[in-house]
Every structure is written in C-alpha cells, then in structure tokens.
C-alpha cells in the first residue's frame, strides 16, 4: 500500500484543517489494520498523535477534544481532522500504516514501515 498525505497548510490559531491520507495499491478495507497520525515539529522527535484500529480511535493527550482519525474504506481514504488548532500544533504531518503493529506498540513510531510523505501544518498565532 502506498500513502499520501495531504491538506496540509496555514491556519490562525483557534481554526481548522482536515488532512487526509490517501492508501493505493491494494484494496484499502482489507489493510493495514492499524492507520495512524504522527507528527514532528522542527528539531523535535516524531511523535504519535492518533490511531484507528478495528474501529477503535486512540488520541495523544495533547489533542484529545480537538482532533478527530477516522477513515474510509471505500475512499482508501483516512482523515485526520483538527480542529481548535494551536500553535503547537505546528509540525510535518505524516500517516502511517500497519497490519502486524501490537496494540501496546501503537504509539512507537518504530513499529511503523509503511509512511506517506508528510504534510506541512502551520499554526500562526
């Protein structure tokens, strides 16, 4: 499966943006049973931001009430929709998928092989 990512752009704190992660190559509804969002901001390190897995969404702490991972099968599509924005926020997004990750490994950028390209988020405050 490949990834893309995109949607990616400039927001004023407190707005909105939805990327959207994009799966081709095989028929998405059969895998990677794990999708998830990672983000990495300047000179900081990767890090988990939220996972879908058999319907289950997981969240970072840091953006729980404010983002929201779903995903499409018939789209090959999976969203991450942000909203309340901040700059902190501010980072490379990229996706990510897996059919073999451990639900205790979700969160360990490690476990992951399979990355779209990454989209820009800007948060200006």
């Known amino acids: 499966v490949q990834l893309q990512a995109s949607g990616g752009g400039l927001v004023q704190a407190g707005g909105s943006l939805r990327l959207s992660c994009a799966a081709s190559?095989?028929?998405?509804?059969?895998?990677?049973?794990?999708m998830v969002w990672f983000r990495q901001a300047p000179g900081k390190e990767r890090e988990f931001v939220t996972a879908?897995?058999?319907?289950?969404?997981y969240y970072v702490d840091a953006v729980k009430g404010r983002f929201t991972i779903s995903r499409d099968n018939v789209k090959n599509t999976v969203y991450l929709q942000m909203n309340s924005l901040k700059p902190e926020d501010t980072a490379v997004y990229y996706c990510?998928?897996?059919?073999?990750?451990?639900?205790?490994?979700?969160?360990?950028?490690?476990?992951?092989?399979?990355w779209g390209q990454g989209t820009l988020v800007t948060v200006s405050s």
């Open positions: 990510a998928g897996s059919s073999t990750v451990i639900l205790s490994a979700l969160r360990d950028a490690g476990s992951y092989h399979n």
């Open positions: 190559g095989r028929t998405f509804s059969r895998g990677p049973r794990t």
């Open positions: 879908i897995r058999d319907g289950n969404a």
